[in-house]
């Protein structure tokens, strides 16, 4: 069961947010991860633990390996939180869009007053 800490509190962190980038490319084993995100394997262990504890990633054991790869819904629940403010957003795009356009057309449709004063 994942751990019910705030999303913005995992990815706070700038090396779970470099292991969460490197697994969006797909799934990879520590190794690959270590080498991709440029942090000692113990230190991507520690956040690869934190992530898959608060159910950002998931761990798929094939004999010895490991491989790791991002669970969606974690991050289904931060596009939901971010959708709210998103229309907040694309309201004030539209405005905008609907200005620009109504600036230009009125640029079209006066006549050059070229050297007059």
Do not use: C
């Not at 907040?88 to 006066?110: S, V």
């Amino acid at each position: 069961m994942a751990v019910q800490i705030d999303i913005f509190q995992i990815l706070a962190d700038p090396t779970r947010r470099g292991i969460v980038e490197v697994l969006g490319k797909g799934e990879r084993q520590v190794n690959e991860i270590v080498e991709q995100a440029g942090v000692h394997q113990s230190g991507v262990s520690r956040h690869l633990r934190i992530l898959l504890q608060t159910g950002f990633v998931t761990m798929r054991p094939v004999g010895q390996r490991r491989f790791y790869s991002l669970r969606p819904e974690r991050f289904r629940e931060l596009d939901d939180w971010l959708a709210q403010y998103r229309s907040l957003w694309d309201a004030r795009l539209d405005r905008f869009g609907a200005a620009l356009e109504k600036r230009q057309k009125t640029r079209k449709t006066k006549p050059e007053e070229h050297g007059r004063k």
